[in-house]
């Protein structure tokens, strides 16, 4: 079981979406919402993570904010420091305009965009040498869970970045478990399934890390508001990944408050 005092994440993935117009009336919207009901600091991590050419004025925007709202990279580049790499964001240029956080391995990214191990080691590295939080994202497919292999795969991506980490950085990482059939499929897994697989990620980690017991972990998949109290309840799942809910100011505002809630 995780550590009570485990302070929620609740993170909006943006995804390639929006346009420059609706991005703005977003972040007004789920300002006005914070405005006149706020999620205290002190109960739960609110953060989004837009598309690369918008962090810097999404954080802007975000600083208008009743509460902080924390801004996120969705990819880094697998090189380090500057040079002549074409299309890269490296992790130090990250980290030179405030961006404190990233995700790592997310399903689609090693779907479509050949983020093997080894890349994802290589961004792991260069990130958490940077000072960078890391929400490094794992999950099965539906084929791996029905075959039985989901705990096996789940936890064979924790330990791929394990050598990478040193004692200390662990406490710079937070696990998003995103199970690959449910994301976008409108699909979730039931809160127990969910829980099952936190509860055996929390027991992998314990084996190697002593912070272990004090990682956030959060569940990716189809969150909605409508599963977020449930999910939420749950003892090993301290926060969420949300895509399509993240898009909408209410919906995303309704996800927050069911986990700064749990707190």
Known sequence: MSDSTIMPWVVGNWKMNPMQANAKQLINEFKELLNKNE????????????ISIALSWVQDEFKQASRPVHVVAQDVSRMSG?????????????????????????????????????VIIEKVEHALAAGLTVIYCVGESLQQRESGQAEQVVLQQICDIARSVSTEQWQQIVIAYE???????????????????????????????????????????????????????CPD????????????????????QAFALKK
């Not at 990233?102 to 399903?107: C, E, K, N, T, Y």
């Not at 994301?183 to 127990?192: F, V």
């Open 82 to 118: 500057t040079g002549a790499y074409t299309g890269e964001v490296s992790a130090s240029l990250l980290k030179d305009s405030a961006i404190e956080h990233v995700l790592i391995g997310h399903s689609e990214r090693r779907e479509f965009f050949g983020d093997n191990p080894q």
């Open 39 to 50: 999620i205290s600091p002190a109960q739960c991590h609110l953060a989004v993570a837009p």
């Open 237 to 256: 799942i301290n926060g969420a990944l949300v895509g399509g809910a993240s898009l909408n100011a209410a919906s995303f505002y309704q996800i927050a």
């Open 179 to 233: 199970p690959i059939w449910a994301i976008g499929t409108g699909k979730t897994a039931s809160p127990e399934d969910a829980q099952t697989m936190h509860a055996k990620i929390r027991e992998g980690l314990k084996q190697l890390t002593a912070f272990g017991a004090s990682m956030p972990i959060l569940y990716g998949g189809s969150v909605k508001p409508e599963n977020a109290v449930e999910l939420a309840a």
